[in-house]
């Protein structure tokens, strides 16, 4: 079975199957409203999407790309990764410092942030530094792990972590433990993992801390403190679940005029020298919100994720989720497979692509599809920046 399979199956089983019980129980919780009247459709909606990844996944482009030798790969010191991880942390940290002078780092759950797309980008540079050095910490095969890839590892999620308590990012704090389990895996050191799983108290105590004010104290709620972190997990977890019951109400309810929205919004976030503006005055995910309802009209900061399902489900019923499955199946597995596992670029690549199928389900299409596309173009760049250096030593 392709790995990128296993990858949709493992995304299906986490986001559906484990918060069923649950929902089964409570349709009706503290976050969330579900009609089991619609799980019929709501399944069927998971196999058609799952067949037309699967279509996808057999025309994927051929890769392997920068292939080499365990020896070579040992032996290459990965001077422009270095570079890479370091130019990245200081872009993240001048970015974040001004964006904190501007009060635009911190959210406010009744005002939102300050968005300012150039320097919140910058912002993020920390999570490629991040993937990267994670990488570069394991590298694929019986390879030894080196000090300094080490520490620029715990550099970067150091800073990752620190950046997730100031914003109050639930999914912040838990990145690096995701990242590492990821890597992990890709690279073929399971037992690293069991390793890393003893890590998971530390990044579940972090979660509860960054959750303590958004929920506990932004919420007066008077019910048992199981039943609040019962329905708070499901709520999130189970969201590309719970999502469609809003999506088939509003389907029902009013006419749904083809946009091609999700390609103008893959365009718009592409360097394209301002030529195609995103097709939403806020962000998708506050008109995706209000078209369903679920947010009021005065609410133009807090977003709605739609997910990869509910997305095209709305646009276009079963035939988008049987296209649309094609589409992000073919480019999953065409990412998986475009650049050698034995180069550290490959490996970037491909947990870029855990990444891809993981969050796909919790956002918006075109998010995931532009950050791959982009982890596409960067892995090729420092593949090809490394053949460069490795070629003008070999000529000295």
Same mark, same amino acid.
């Given at each position: 079975?392709?790995?990128?399979?296993?990858?949709?199956?493992?995304?299906?089983?986490?986001?559906?199957?484990?918060?069923?019980?649950?929902?089964?129980?409570?349709?009706?919780?503290?976050?969330?409203?579900?009609?089991?009247?619609?799980?019929?459709?709501?399944?069927?909606?998971?196999?058609?999407?799952?067949?037309?990844?699967?279509?996808?996944?057999?025309?994927?482009?051929?890769?392997?790309?920068?292939?080499?030798?365990?020896?070579?790969?040992?032996?290459?010191?990965?001077?422009?990764?270095?570079?890479?991880?370091?130019?990245?942390?200081?872009?993240?940290?001048?970015?974040?410092?001004?964006?904190?002078?501007?009060?635009?780092?911190?959210?406010?759950?009744?005002?939102?942030?300050?968005?300012?797309?150039?320097?919140?980008?910058?912002?993020?540079?920390?999570?490629?530094?991040?993937?990267?050095?994670?990488?570069?910490?394991?590298?694929?095969?019986?390879?030894?792990?080196?000090?300094?890839?080490?520490? +620029?590892?715990?550099?970067?999620? =150091?800073?990752?972590?620190? %950046? /997730?308590?100031?914003?109050?990012?639930? @999914?912040? $704090? #838990?990145?690096?433990?995701?990242?590492?389990?990821?890597?992990?895996?890709?690279?073929?050191?399971?037992?690293?993992?069991?390793?890393?799983?003893?890590?998971?108290?530390?990044?579940?105590?972090?979660?509860?801390?960054?959750?303590?004010?958004?929920?506990?104290?932004?919420?007066?709620?008077?019910?048992?403190? +199981?039943?609040?972190?019962?329905? =708070?997990?499901?709520?999130? %977890? /189970?969201?590309?679940?719970?999502?469609? @019951?809003? $999506? #088939?109400?509003?389907?029902?309810?009013?006419?749904?005029?083809?946009?091609?929205?999700?390609?103008?919004?893959?365009?718009?976030?592409?360097?394209?020298?301002?030529?195609?503006?995103?097709?939403?005055?806020?962000?998708?995910?506050?008109?995706?919100?209000?078209?369903?309802?679920?947010?009021?009209?005065?609410?133009?900061?807090?977003?709605?994720?739609?997910?990869?399902?509910?997305?095209?489900?709305?646009?276009?019923?079963?035939?988008?989720? #049987?296209?649309?499955?094609?589409?992000?199946?073919?480019?999953?597995?065409?990412?998986?497979?475009?650049?050698?596992?034995?180069?550290?670029?490959?490996?970037?690549?491909?947990?870029?692509?855990?990444?891809?199928?993981?969050?796909?389900?919790?956002?918006?299409?075109?998010?995931?599809?532009?950050?791959?596309?982009?982890?596409?173009?960067?892995?090729?760049?420092?593949?090809?920046?490394?053949?460069?250096?490795?070629?003008?030593?070999?000529?000295?």
């Amino acid at each position: 079975m392709p790995a990128t399979r296993k990858l949709l199956l493992f995304a299906i089983a986490i986001y559906a199957l484990l918060p069923l019980p649950w929902v089964l129980w409570r349709p009706v919780g503290l976050f969330y409203d579900f009609d089991l009247a619609r799980l019929p459709v709501i399944v069927a909606a998971f196999v058609v999407f799952t067949a037309g990844w699967m279509i996808g996944e057999t025309f994927r482009l051929p890769g392997d790309w920068f292939a080499m030798t365990p020896e070579a790969a040992a032996g290459r010191q990965w001077v422009i990764s270095v570079v890479a991880i370091l130019a990245a942390l200081a872009c993240s940290s001048a970015a974040n410092a001004i964006l904190a002078s501007m009060g635009a780092l911190t959210i406010e759950e009744s005002t939102g942030r300050e968005r300012v797309p150039f320097l919140s980008t910058l912002g993020n540079a920390h999570i490629f530094a991040l993937i990267l050095a994670a990488c570069l910490m394991f590298p694929s095969g019986s390879t030894r792990t080196s000090r300094w890839a080490m520490l +620029l590892a715990l550099v970067a999620a =150091a800073i990752t972590v620190g %950046l /997730g308590l100031v914003e109050e990012r639930r @999914t912040a $704090v #838990l990145l690096p433990f995701a990242v590492f389990i990821a890597v992990a895996l890709v690279t073929g050191r399971s037992r690293m993992v069991w390793r890393l799983l003893l890590t998971a108290p530390l990044f579940v105590a972090l979660f509860a801390f960054t959750t303590y004010d958004r929920l506990y104290q932004a919420n007066d709620i008077n019910e048992d403190v +199981l039943v609040i972190a019962g329905d =708070a997990v499901v709520g999130r %977890l /189970g969201n590309p679940l719970l999502i469609l @019951t809003p $999506v #088939l109400e509003n389907r029902e309810s009013s006419a749904q005029p083809f946009r091609p929205q999700t390609l103008r919004s893959v365009a718009a976030a592409l360097p394209n020298l301002g030529l195609v503006k995103p097709p939403f005055a806020h962000s998708y995910g506050n008109e995706f919100g209000q078209q369903l309802g679920l947010l009021p009209p005065d609410n133009d900061y807090t977003g709605i994720n739609s997910g990869w399902l509910g997305e095209l489900l709305l646009l276009g019923g079963f035939p988008a989720l #049987l296209v649309g499955g094609a589409v992000l199946g073919w480019l999953a597995a065409s990412c998986w497979q475009l650049i050698s596992v034995s180069h550290p670029a490959g490996v970037f690549l491909r947990v870029m692509v855990v990444i891809f199928v993981v969050s796909g389900f919790q956002m918006e299409v075109a998010f995931p599809i532009v950050s791959l596309l982009r982890a596409a173009a960067l892995a090729f760049g420092l593949a090809l920046a490394e053949e460069a250096v490795a070629t003008a030593r070999g000529t000295r």
